[in-house]
């Protein structure tokens, strides 16, 4: 099957595996990758590491899942990476919640 795909040998060991699904037409070929059910799809991107072979990366992590912060400072919180996507500053010992780092 030249559409078939698999998880990466050096991927963490996961219940929570995304559905990928292909397709194709006389000229495209449709890649769709999907969380299950409970779940998101963080990050995920697509790369051509060859003449044929495409490599499908991301983070599948349960939808309530919230990574704590506590801050020992001042400290910058961001909208993206960079220095443009700078929010405000949190004082000291604020508990802050977000994304994995």
Known sequence: ????????????????????????????????????????????????????????????QPKDAAYEYLTSGRTGVYAAPGRRGLLGVAPPRSLLRGDAP
């Open 1 to 60: 099957d030249p559409y078939s795909h698999a998880p990466s040998s050096n991927a963490p060991s996961s219940t929570a595996v995304p559905k990928i699904t292909t397709s194709s037409a006389s000229d495209e070929y449709i890649i769709a990758a999907s969380p299950p059910s409970g779940h998101d799809l963080r990050g995920a991107q697509a790369v051509l590491v060859g003449p044929f072979e495409l490599q499908l990366t991301g983070v599948v």
